[in-house]
Structure formats: structure tokens, C-alpha cells
């Protein structure tokens, strides 16, 4: 059982360089989620998306876009990758907490670094 | 809008040493409440979560979170550290209707030293 699948789990980028990170999960959950977690700032979330075919801005969105392809897949895309976005991309899932544990499930994340 | 404060950053503890986690918690509505755990070049786990009821809750590890509605509160406490608790904490709140938003604290990582 994969759960949450993120790739790729390393990246290096130049500035103003384009990338996409994937996630796909197979535990049928409706929310999946992108956060950033920086030193002293804990995960600050990013994008989420609550079902197939709705997305909504977190805490960070800015310099992100997301698609949300189907209920298994969340895309997050750096348009213009800048120095500030060097982090490590922690992508999740949930069920909703009514009829589900609204448990966060997390990938391995990815260790992005803009040069 | 929600927000989650951990007021310890980093806490260093002998082990069998008692441990008590500082989490506080603003919003209005009705909440679910989480303690993840982060050990070093891993993801985040599950510690333990509070949805409703005992207000006392129970985790793995011998971990255990207590809910004051009142004060807004979930810390989390364990009576006798071991080495292998050193990791990052992370405290979480999710409104529990809407858009099923969890926020997170910014963590405390702890060390147990042997």
C-alpha cells in the first residue's frame, strides 16, 4: 500500500525556472494538500483542495498554481522559480473528519533548492 | 481564520524526564485537534487526535493530549521520555465542517539526551 506518493523527492533549480511536483494517492480521499515547511516556521499550507475539481488557497499561495487532474492526483507548479521557494514540499491527504478520521496522511516530500 | 501557537521551540530532556508540549489554538467554530510527530529525514506521523468526547486523549507511544475547551488548549505530555522521542512536534487544528482546512503550529523540536 503506497498511500502518498510525491515525486520527484530531490530538485535543483535555477531561477526562473519552471518545475512541476507530483503527488498521487491511493487511499480513495477526497482533500489532498500541498505545504511548505521551512526552519522555525513550521508547514505552512499552500494550496488545498477539498474534492475533485475544487482548489483553494492556503496560507502561501503566491508563485504557485495546482490542478487537481483527478481524485488520485494534485500537481503543484513553480511557474518562475525564485531563491524564496527553496524548501521541502510536504504533499497530503484526508477524508473528511465527518464519516472519516481527518487524519493527515504525508508523502516523503520533496527537497526543492533554487540556485 | 484559524491559527495554532506552540510556545516552546526547542526543549532539551534527559531521559525519564516528564515532557509537557504548549499548544494554543484560535477559532471560533467547532475543531479537531492533532499532534504529528516528525522524526529526523522522515515525514510526518500521526501522534494522536481529538474529535470529540473524554477530552483526555490517548496516543501512541505513551503519549497522551489533554482538551481545555476553555482555555483553547491541547498540550501534550509524556511521563517518561526516551532517546528515541527526539523529533520535531507539530501541533494541528482542523475546522470540522467547510473545507476541512488544517493549520499547523510551527513545532517544537525536542531532544532527549540518554
Known amino acids: 500500500n503506497a498511500g502518498v506518493t510525491q515525486t520527484p523527492k530531490f530538485q535543483v533549480l535555477k531561477t526562473g525556472q519552471s518545475m512541476t511536483l507530483q503527488c498521487a494517492q491511493d487511499m480513495n480521499h477526497n482533500s489532498m494538500y500541498w505545504y511548505r515547511q521551512d526552519p522555525g516556521m513550521g508547514l505552512r499550507l499552500i494550496y488545498y483542495s477539498a474534492s475533485e475539481g475544487t482548489t483553494d488557497k492556503g496560507e502561501v499561495p503566491n508563485g504557485y498554481n495546482v490542478s487537481r487532474l483527478n481524485k488520485r492526483e494534485f500537481s503543484l507548479r513553480l511557474e518562475s522559480a525564485a531563491p524564496s521557494q527553496t524548501s521541502v514540499y510536504f504533499c497530503?491527504?484526508?477524508?473528511?473528519?465527518?464519516?472519516?478520521?481527518?487524519?493527515?496522511?504525508f508523502g516523503e516530500g520533496s527537497r526543492l533548492t533554487v540556485l | 481564520a484559524q491559527s495554532v501557537s506552540q510556545h516552546n521551540h526547542h526543549v532539551i530532556l534527559s531521559e525519564a524526564a516528564s515532557l509537557e508540549l504548549g499548544c494554543n489554538y484560535s477559532?471560533?467554530?467547532?475543531?479537531?485537534l492533532f499532534w504529528y510527530v516528525q522524526y529526523p529525514g522522515q515525514h510526518l506521523q500521526l501522534l494522536l487526535k481529538y474529535f470529540s468526547g473524554d477530552p483526555l486523549v490517548k496516543g501512541i507511544k505513551g503519549f497522551e493530549a489533554e482538551f481545555i475547551k476553555s482555555k483553547f488548549s491541547f498540550n501534550l505530555r509524556k511521563p517518561s521520555v526516551q532517546w528515541s522521542d527526539t523529533a520535531e512536534y507539530f501541533c494541528a487544528v482542523k475546522n470540522s465542517g467547510g473545507y476541512q482546512k488544517v493549520t499547523f503550529g510551527t513545532g517544537t523540536k525536542l531532544q532527549v539526551i540518554p
Open positions: 477559532y471560533g467554530g467547532t475543531v479537531n
Open positions: 497530503a491527504s484526508s477524508e473528511p473528519s465527518a464519516g472519516g478520521t481527518g487524519e493527515l496522511f
